[in-house]
C-alpha cells in the first residue's frame, strides 16, 4: 500500500497548480463571510482529483500494468479512500481553525463545521471512488446523475420538515449529541456501504 501512496502522491504533485489555486481559492472564502464554503470546498475537490487518478488506473494501457502488481483489490480501494479523505479533513481541520481565529468563533461552531466537513467529506468520496470505477468513461455524466439525485432527497427532505425559519422543526429540536451521533453514523455507514460497493466492482471488473 505504501508504494500505492507513493504513487497517487506523484499524481497529486502533477495537478499541484489545481489544487494550489483552488487551496487559495479555499482561504478567501474561509476569511470572508462564506467560510463555510471555503472549508467544505477541498473535500469536494480533492475526492474529484482521487475520482480522476481511479479513472485513469482502469484506463486499458495503464491496468494491465498497475494490477499485474503485487497488491490486492482491497488494499487499492483502502488507500483510493484514505487519499480522498484523509487529506481533505486535516485540511478542513486546517482551514476551521483560520474560521475561527478571523471570526473569533467558539469551539461548538468550529465543532460543527468540522463534523460536517467529515460528513462531506466522506460521501464525496463515497460517491467519487465507486462511479469512477463502475461507469470509468461515462463517470462524468454518472457522477452528475448521483449528486443530483442526492441533492434533490436532501432537498424533499428539508421542503418537507422545513418550519417557519427555514430549518427542519425536527432537526432543529434535537440535542447537540445526536447531530454529532447521527452524523458519526452516517458517516461510516456511508463509507462502508460505498467501499463494499467499490471492492464488488473492482474484483468484477475485467483487469
Given at each position: 500500500?505504501?508504494?500505492l501512496v507513493?504513487?497517487?502522491?506523484?499524481?497529486?504533485?502533477?495537478?499541484?497548480?489545481?489544487?494550489?489555486?483552488?487551496l487559495?481559492l479555499?482561504?478567501?472564502?474561509?476569511?470572508?463571510?462564506?467560510?463555510?464554503?471555503?472549508?467544505?470546498?477541498?473535500?469536494?475537490?480533492?475526492s474529484?482529483?482521487?475520482?480522476a487518478?481511479?479513472?485513469?488506473?482502469?484506463?486499458?494501457?495503464?491496468?494491465?500494468?498497475?494490477?499485474?502488481?503485487?497488491?490486492?483489490?482491497?488494499?487499492y480501494?483502502?488507500?483510493?479512500?484514505?487519499?480522498a479523505?484523509v487529506?481533505?479533513?486535516?485540511?478542513?481541520?486546517?482551514?476551521q481553525?483560520?474560521s475561527?481565529?478571523?471570526h473569533?468563533q467558539?469551539?461548538a461552531?468550529?465543532?460543527?463545521v468540522?463534523?460536517?466537513a467529515?460528513?462531506?467529506?466522506?460521501?464525496?468520496?463515497?460517491?467519487?471512488?465507486?462511479?469512477?470505477?463502475?461507469f470509468?468513461?461515462?463517470?462524468?455524466?454518472?457522477?452528475?446523475?448521483?449528486?443530483a439525485?442526492v441533492m434533490a432527497?436532501?432537498?424533499?427532505?428539508?421542503?418537507?420538515?422545513?418550519?417557519?425559519?427555514?430549518?427542519p422543526?425536527?432537526?432543529?429540536?434535537?440535542?447537540?449529541w445526536?447531530?454529532?451521533?447521527?452524523?458519526?453514523?452516517?458517516?461510516?455507514a456511508?463509507?462502508?456501504?460505498?467501499?463494499?460497493?467499490?471492492?464488488?466492482?473492482?474484483?468484477?471488473?475485467q483487469?
Amino acid at each position: 500500500m505504501k508504494g500505492l501512496v507513493e504513487r497517487d502522491m506523484i499524481a497529486m504533485g502533477k495537478n499541484r497548480l489545481f489544487l494550489i489555486v483552488m487551496l487559495a481559492l479555499c482561504v478567501f472564502y474561509t476569511v470572508s463571510d462564506m467560510y463555510i464554503m471555503g472549508v467544505l470546498l477541498m473535500p469536494m475537490l480533492f475526492s474529484t482529483v482521487c475520482g480522476a487518478m481511479v479513472r485513469n488506473d482502469l484506463s486499458a494501457p495503464v491496468r494491465r500494468t498497475l494490477f499485474a502488481m503485487p497488491f490486492s483489490a482491497g488494499e487499492y480501494i483502502a488507500e483510493k479512500y484514505l487519499i480522498a479523505t484523509v487529506p481533505a479533513c486535516l485540511l478542513a481541520v486546517a482551514l476551521q481553525a483560520l474560521s475561527a481565529v478571523v471570526h473569533r468563533q467558539l469551539f461548538a461552531q468550529s465543532a460543527v463545521v468540522v463534523v460536517f466537513a467529515v460528513l462531506f467529506t466522506a460521501l464525496s468520496a463515497s460517491i467519487e471512488i465507486p462511479v469512477n470505477i463502475i461507469f470509468r468513461d461515462r463517470a462524468q455524466l454518472a457522477r452528475i446523475c448521483v449528486l443530483a439525485v442526492v441533492m434533490a432527497i436532501v432537498a424533499l427532505a428539508i421542503f418537507v420538515g422545513a418550519g417557519a425559519d427555514g430549518v427542519p422543526s425536527a432537526i432543529a429540536a434535537m440535542p447537540l449529541w445526536v447531530w454529532y451521533g447521527g452524523a458519526i453514523a452516517c458517516t461510516v455507514a456511508v463509507l462502508a456501504s460505498s467501499v463494499a460497493v467499490s471492492l464488488h466492482a473492482l474484483r468484477a471488473a475485467q483487469l
